[in-house]
């Protein structure tokens, strides 16, 4: 590690029946730098591959050496596959180069054993009327159905993330293949989606969620910014949930206010269950 940074003040490490991580973009530095300094305080890092260009991918050595790194400190890890790859494009080639992109990050993190594979199933399309969604619907099923189909990965590996359109988009592919789910609080916030029902629709497989603070417009923000109201939807969501949890902020100044505001609510909660 070329520089010297700032841990977090204190270990969360088995502080909640859920596994509590963030990401991998805490520090400006690289994967294995952010896992050396997370892992004393936190259960799981989220590893960020939002860009599927070769270039831009760890090494195997450097596979190897996180392995060695998680296994040391009893540290685990998610992977969110690239974001740049339009695997739900309307042309075929590049819904092929996509598919071959995110094999190539899925074979690359598979010795590190992750917890759950995220995937983004994007919805570019400027209309919303049915039959375009219908179209995009179908795309997205088959292009699912190829990416597992090439993968010796378990289904229920794959987290399908809660974006900016209605969930039930993708039940049929959610159902059908038996993937899990990425609950994303902040999106569902941002977006207006009714949290709490997803929640209990999906609870036996929401694998992790991703959570961040959310206000005027924004997300990806300290977890103390959110509304009081949504803070209590949160918390209810929290006390029921045994999966990971992954702030899901990219940076120390954002990630140290939302550990310390989740401790407080947290405790809080915990005494109003008490009285």
Do not use: C, F, M
């Given at each position: 590690m070329s520089k010297e940074y700032t841990p977090p003040p204190k270990s969360y490490k088995r502080a909640y029946p859920f596994k509590l991580g963030t990401t991998s973009f805490i520090y400006p530095d690289s994967y294995i730098s952010n896992m050396r300094m997370l892992e004393p305080c936190l259960d799981e890092i989220e590893l960020l591959f939002l860009e599927s260009a070769e270039a831009g991918l760890p090494s195997e050595r450097e596979i190897e050496a996180l392995c060695l790194l998680a296994e040391e400190s009893d540290m685990t890890c998610n992977v969110h596959l690239p974001m740049d790859v339009p695997l739900t494009d309307s042309d075929f080639s590049a819904r092929r180069d996509?598919?071959?992109?995110?094999?190539?990050?899925?074979?690359?993190?598979?010795?590190?054993?992750?917890?759950?594979?995220?995937?983004?199933?994007?919805?570019?399309?400027a209309s919303r009327e049915e039959a375009v969604?219908?179209?995009?619907?179908?795309?997205?099923y088959e292009s699912t159905d190829r990416l597992l189909s090439d993968s010796l990965v378990k289904p229920e590996l794959f987290s399908i993330e809660t974006l900016d359109y209605p969930f039930e988009w993708v039940e049929k592919i959610i159902r059908d293949f038996h993937v899990s789910v990425c609950m994303d609080l902040g999106h569902l916030i941002l977006y207006g989606f009714d949290a709490e029902a997803l929640f209990d629709?999906?609870?036996?497989?929401?694998?992790?969620?991703?959570?961040?603070?959310?206000?005027?417009?924004?997300?990806h923000i300290p977890?103390?910014?959110l509304s009081d109201g949504n803070v209590r939807l949160v918390m209810d969501i929290l006390r029921r949930f045994t999966g990971v949890v992954s702030l899901e902020v990219f940076s120390y100044e954002y990630l140290i206010p939302s550990l310390i505001f989740l401790e407080k609510c947290w405790q809080a909660c915990e005494k109003d269950c008490q009285t």
């Open positions: 996509a598919a071959k992109a995110i094999r190539n990050v899925i074979d690359l993190t598979a010795p590190l054993s992750p917890s759950t594979y995220t995937l983004h199933l994007h919805y570019d399309e969604i219908k179209k995009w619907q179908q795309i997205a629709q999906y609870a036996e497989i929401i694998s992790i969620i991703h959570l961040h603070g959310v206000r005027d417009g924004r997300d977890l103390d910014r």
